[in-house]
């Protein structure tokens, strides 16, 4: 089903630590998955993609991990920094949909100096 | 900034009204979709058009339409506007496909 936002969870962690976001979705044939961050007043920005045939992508400071046994996402984000405070969206797209994006509640990250 | 663009980037409205918001994808991408962002749903997928044409639906009221002109540029429209379509409305542009979705920044409806 569709994944809604009624709830948003918080991770907080100290500057210079690695944060790590989970997101578990919905759709066992979604083959494509993103990760989006949003700033306050800001649309959703493109941070990182997956493919259903990789387990692990790597980016600048950040990586996505990718179970498709257990419909489980998370980003790695390392040496976090207080730039990175912001809600964390991941999202899916079905295979041989359209490219309709399913996003997830969000988890928001706040950067403690 | 993701090239997208969107206007305008706030509106405030009274129920029973009409509004337009427009948005122009970044150059070269075929696609827009427009999607809902509401405290109590999340983002929502509301529609798809590519090249001009409606390609995917989603959640979607029948008071709202959208259409894709030949420039690229979509208009999503809003109409017997209620308290509940308050939202922030995105609209997100791409090549089409399996492919990345970038949106722009976004615009905020109040309807009183």
């Known amino acids: 089903g569709e994944s809604v936002g009624l709830h948003l969870p918080t991770l907080s962690v100290q500057e210079g630590d690695n944060s790590i976001i989970n997101c578990a979705y919905s759709n066992s044939a979604s083959d494509y998955f993103i990760w989006y961050k949003q700033e306050s007043g800001k649309g959703p920005q493109f941070i990182i993609d997956i493919r259903s045939n990789m387990d692990k992508r790597q980016g600048q400071r950040v990586t996505v991990l990718l179970n498709k046994t257990v419909k489980h996402l998370s980003l790695q984000i390392a040496a976090t920094q207080p730039g990175d405070s912001a809600v964390y969206f991941c999202a899916e797209s079905p295979s041989g949909g359209y490219n309709k994006l399913i996003f997830g509640a969000g988890t928001r990250l706040a950067v403690h100096p | 900034d993701s090239g997208v663009t969107q206007t305008p980037k706030h509106l405030i409205t009274a129920t029973g009204q009409r509004v337009t918001l427009r948005c122009s994808p970044r150059?070269?991408?075929?696609?827009v979709y427009w999607y809902q962002q509401s405290l109590d749903q999340g983002l929502q997928f509301l529609i798809q058009?590519?090249?001009?044409?409606?390609?995917a639906k989603g959640n979607i009221l029948e008071r709202f339409s959208a259409q894709q002109f030949p420039d690229l540029h979509s208009e999503l429209n809003l109409s017997s506007l209620e308290l509940g379509d308050s939202a922030l409305y995105f609209c997100a542009s791409g090549k089409g496909g399996s492919e990345t979705q970038y949106f722009g920044p976004g615009t905020r409806l109040l309807v009183l």
């Open positions: 058009y590519y090249n001009g044409e409606e390609r």
């Open positions: 150059s070269g991408d075929l696609s």
